[in-house]
């Protein structure tokens, strides 16, 4: 599985921003997706997931209410919609890809490349 995230860049507290990942194959629709991040100094921790199907979703603590995550299968895209961003949710954020759900553990088996988002207070 190929993946292709996209969307970072920098941002003022409290504004949005959507990042989006592509994915290569024709079976996007089998793999749970979702995020991880790594901010400066910090271990990579999990930000949201997706079922397969659409069915489930999965979000840390810290972006619940804030952040949400779809996917359109027929685009191969999954998206993470970042709300009233904080300075805290500076990091590199990663897409990812499991079979059936995304969760915190174990670690996905795939991932993309990583998108910076910078939000400056």
């Known amino acids: 599985v190929q993946l292709q995230a996209s969307g970072g860049g920098l941002v003022q507290a409290g504004s949005s921003l959507r990042l989006s990942c592509e994915t290569s194959?024709?079976?996007?629709?089998?793999?749970?997706m979702g995020w991880f991040r790594q901010a400066p100094g910090k271990e990579r921790e999990f930000v949201a997931g997706?079922?397969?199907?659409?069915?489930?979703?999965s979000y840390a603590d810290s972006v619940k209410d804030r952040f949400i995550i779809s996917r359109e299968n027929v685009q191969n895209t999954v998206y993470l919609q970042m709300n009233n961003l904080k300075p805290e949710d500076t990091a590199v954020y990663y897409c990812?890809?499991?079979?059936?759900?995304?969760?915190?553990?174990?670690?996905?088996?795939?991932w993309g490349q990583g998108t910076l988002v910078t939000v400056s207070s």
């Open positions: 990812v890809a499991s079979a059936i759900m995304v969760r915190p553990a174990p670690r996905p088996p795939y």
């Open positions: 194959g024709r079976t996007f629709s089998t793999y749970g």
């Open positions: 997706v079922r397969y199907d659409g069915r489930g979703t």
